[in-house]
């Protein structure tokens, strides 16, 4: 019998980072979910890692493939697909990220006790040494911004039911009831917008039940702040201020 729970890791080209994903996600205190690994046309052999895991993996591992580009693409493809096959409940994270232990856990405590969203808090990788300023200026600077987002006036609109919250795609859950009512995530390229963002703001047209949990953590890669520096890579989570002159530049490596 299929977990009410499904796991969402949409993935482009994550050989070399889905398997601390996989490892961390193997090390929750929580294994009552099934994995949906949505491969985004990898060319580097990400899908065959992740059957390989599939084999003594503590819960059960799906590969669902999606060739249209687009984390928010491959995102909705993987909700949809966990959802036509009986989840109830949806939460995301991504290929370069380590969700804590209880971080499956704790999501669904909060969704249980009747929330209908749960945005997390997002971390520094420490595995990757960061430096003081990688740990602590940017995450402020990130939370600045989020204040900022909270009082813009397009995301105050009479429409909305609850207060604009921080919102990271890689850290996030959800009831497949609000996913289908509200459109679920947007699926575009990634640099044409924020899909996490988007999705928060459909949601927040339907419920007022969405919560900003800061105990429920994972662990992000800094490899695009250290690619970009920190300028370019606050204005590309700013409405896509900032975009690499290229599309395949905005998938960092």
Partial sequence: MLSGLAVVVPAYNEAASIGGTLAALAAQTDHA????????????GTAGLVRRFAATAPFPVEVVTETEPGAGTAADT????????????????DADCLPAANWV???????????????????????????????????????????YGRYRKKHRAAEFRTPFVLVHGHNLALTADLYRRCGGTAREALEDG?????????ARRCTDRII??????????????????????????????????????????
């Fill in 33 to 44: 979910f099934r994995l949906v690994v949505v491969d985004n046309a990898s060319t580097d």
């Fill in 78 to 93: 993987g909700f949809r697909h966990a959802i036509a096959t009986g989840a109830t409940l949806l939460a995301r994270t």
């Fill in 105 to 147: 856990a704790t999501l669904r405590a909060y969704l249980d006790a009747g929330g209908e969203m749960v945005c997390g808090r997002s971390v520094p990788r420490r595995d990757e040494r960061p430096s003081w300023a990688e740990a602590n200026v940017f995450p402020a600077a990130v939370r600045l911004a989020a204040l």
């Fill in 194 to 202: 924020s899909e996490d963002v988007t999705l928060l703001n459909r």
């Fill in 212 to 253: 900003r949990a800061e105990d429920v953590v994972v662990e992000a890669s800094l490899r695009r702040l250290r690619a970009w520096g920190a300028r370019r890579t606050l204005m590309w989570y700013w409405d896509r201020r900032y975009r690499p002159p290229t599309s395949p530049q905005v998938h960092v490596r």
